[in-house]
């Protein structure tokens, strides 16, 4: 089904997943050898903190595979740029990062799609065509643009109302709010740093929705948000890391975050219930 006289077809349904069987090797080899690096089928992005070492990952990449996958690496579009000066094209996308920023300023960066991709989908003068376009850039920084165009071309029928997909996106909840949730899950996380230390959480939790008159769960749950410098719980957590690697103690169930002494997770430290001569 995959493979015709040893070769593999291009373009049939089995394609895209054999293709991905065939490239585990390589990326599990690309995990466990650069800092931070992806793969999207031919696409290949790292990054790196010096033109040195980009130009030897460049070339490591290249004889992997040659040496173990019987691959010819395209000859001139592999390049070496500064993320800051010149930004960076991958997968139909122009990313950009903006230099001086931390890991919790707003503004850090933008991505943007080629500039042939953004002119075709102006032309785009119908509703089979602009579909196509709009998958590009609803995940791009290009909201005003998507609703230029639909506007032009009076296409509000088409998506109603342009989304944008973030990852875990829900209604923000202030955190002195928190503490009065009966009890909560927390499903997600990230963790961010600033100079190697960590000083950013953002958590998507869920909490059972209340009938507003008679105050019983109606079997829904409800998603919020909540993002800050929230050390208590950042050490807490980073301690589960530890005993449970690959988020294996996700999701957390019938939680409560309490404000002791800053904001953690009920019964996450160990706190003195009375005062014994040798505490003192």
């Not at 290949?44 to 010096?50: E, I, K, R, S, Y």
């Not at 409560?256 to 953690?264: D, K, Q």
Request: hydrophobic letters at 35%; glycine letters at 6%; a positive charge.
């Amino acid at each position: 089904m995959s493979f015709v006289d040893g070769r593999l077809p291009i373009g049939t349904p089995t394609s895209p997943y054999v293709h991905h069987v065939v490239m585990l090797g390589f990326d599990l080899w690309l995990r466990d050898n650069f800092p931070w690096a992806i793969r999207y089928a031919d696409n290949v992005f790292v990054a790196t903190a010096t033109r040195q070492e980009a130009n030897a990952a460049k070339w490591r990449i290249k004889n992997f595979w040659w040496y173990e996958l019987g691959i010819r690496a395209k000859r001139h579009t592999a390049r070496i740029v500064h993320i800051d000066a010149a930004g960076t094209d991958i997968c139909g996308y122009r990313l950009y990062r903006f230099p001086g920023k931390g890991a919790t300023d707003h503004d850090k960066g933008i991505t943007l799609v080629r500039r042939s991709t953004l002119e075709s989908a102006r032309k785009a003068d119908n509703d089979r065509s602009w579909a196509s376009y709009f998958g590009l850039l609803r995940h791009a920084d290009t909201y005003r643009i998507m609703q230029q165009i639909e506007r032009d071309m009076k296409l509000s029928q088409l998506t109603a109302r342009i989304r944008i997909d973030r990852e875990m996106d829900a209604k923000n909840i202030p955190m002195q709010n928190v503490p009065q949730l009966q009890t909560l899950t927390l499903y997600k996380y990230e963790i961010r740093q600033s100079k190697g230390e960590d000083n950013w959480i953002k958590c998507l939790i869920g909490t059972p929705e209340l009938n507003k008159e008679t105050g019983e769960p109606t079997g829904k749950t409800l998603a919020y948000e909540f993002h800050g410098n929230y050390q208590g719980i950042i050490r807490w957590i980073r301690e589960l890391e530890k005993l449970f690697p690959g988020k294996e103690f996700l999701p957390i169930e019938d939680a409560r975050i309490v404000n002791e002494c800053g904001y953690i997770f009920e019964g996450s430290t160990n706190q003195l219930r009375y005062i014994e001569e040798k505490t003192l």
